[in-house]
């Protein structure tokens, strides 16, 4: 029996009507851009995120880059950014001609070190954007503080750990403006692009609207030079049904991840997953680690078993950021993470009975 690395049927299948029905009242509505189901769902993720307000965009990476511009951060302003995460967090900084100073994660649960930021701030520091990587709440109460003592904003990046909380709080909620991204892979996904900013600064939020639409309150009058980034009115309807099942969801991510857990303990040369104390895990991806990382992929993938890797070069390592001639090995906590990380299958609707057959691949390999 194979294992793929994803599967959207436990999900879809279950909610297949209530989506097109959905779907069907958009069409039915002829209403198809900034109408009420993006204001719906708009509301209701808000809500969901223990955020004053929400933000619909077109995808995660301009969530991350309006956030900035609203927050007036551009031209020879640097914000702190992890070594290690997905690339669209440092486009974000370079869209708006502002430079990604990266900082190292813990080793242990792969989340931006608060113990090394201070180092890194300079006069010209105006922001740090932790990223929420793999499902994992960042250690937030130092990072905020960090961030109040040196007077400087915060913008997370949600777009992996929607409904994980740090000490209590949200994810999505500590921040000036945070971006989240509704992909379709992500632990709440659309049907293609989508985002959303959530802020609890009523002014940030207007800004928000604004830029997202032309720079434009009232159709054909343009107040700023603004951008085409709208989510869309199809897939707000779909998220607003998604996200009712969201919690649930979660739930069964965290068993899979338990019984993961359970079935590859003690594996000599493998790394679990590791939250840090005080933060929840709602498991958008579940990485091990092993310097074997590479050939235990090509076992798992004779197996029948799907794996992918988060991610296989660093930021700092791509040809687009070569300009900044950061060399090799300066970062060298990303670039082991980046040469030993390996994705397992991971989905709600997953069965025990897969997950023991994924880790006894793993075991088989190891042994």
């Not at 301009?62 to 440092?90: C, F, K, M, Q, R």
């Amino acid at each position: 029996m194979q294992v793929p690395f994803l599967s959207f049927a436990p999900q879809h299948q279950p909610i297949r009507e209530e989506i097109l029905e959905a779907v069907g009242r958009v069409y039915d509505s002829q209403w198809y851009v900034l109408g009420q189901s993006v204001r719906d769902f708009e509301a209701a993720y808000a809500k969901f995120s223990g955020a004053g307000y929400c933000v619909g965009v077109a995808n995660g990476l301009d969530a991350l880059h309006l956030s900035l511009v609203a927050l007036g951060i551009g031209a020879g302003d640097e914000v702190i950014v992890p070594s290690n995460t997905y690339i669209a967090t440092w486009l974000a900084v370079s869209y708006v001609g502002a430079v990604p100073v990266p900082v190292e994660p813990s080793p242990i649960t792969y989340n931006l070190d608060p113990r090394l930021i201070e180092a890194a701030i300079t006069p010209r520091t105006r922001a740090i954007m932790p990223v929420h990587l793999y499902g994992q709440a960042c250690e937030m109460r130092a990072i905020m503080e960090i961030a109040q003592r040196h007077q400087l904003l915060v913008i997370e990046d949600n777009a992996q750990a929607q409904g994980a909380t740090a000490h209590g709080q949200l994810t999505g909620s500590f921040g000036a403006a945070n971006g989240t991204s509704f992909y379709p892979g992500k632990n709440l996904g659309a049907l293609g692009d989508a985002g959303a900013v959530t802020t609890n600064d009523e002014g940030v939020a207007q800004k928000l609207r604004v830029l997202r639409n032309y720079g434009s309150q009232q159709k054909y009058y343009n107040e700023v030079v603004g951008y085409n980034s709208r989510l869309d009115e199809l897939q707000a309807a779909v998220l607003s049904v998604k996200l009712g099942y969201l919690p649930e969801w979660t739930r069964q991510r965290q068993q899979v991840a338990a019984w993961y857990d359970t079935h590859l303990r003690g594996i000599e040369g493998l790394q679990l997953p590791v939250a840090a104390l005080g933060s929840t895990h709602v498991y958008h991806l579940y990485v091990v680690r092993t310097a074997r990382r590479d050939a235990l992929q090509e076992h798992l993938t004779a197996a029948g078993i799907g794996t992918l890797i988060h991610y296989p070069v660093p930021p700092h390592q791509q040809q687009a950021y070569a300009h900044m001639n950061i060399r090799k090995g300066a970062f060298p906590i990303a670039e082991e993470l980046a040469a030993t990380s390996l994705s397992l299958p991971m989905w709600p609707g997953m069965t025990e009975e897969q997950v023991v057959q994924v880790a006894e691949a793993v075991r088989s390999y190891f042994d």
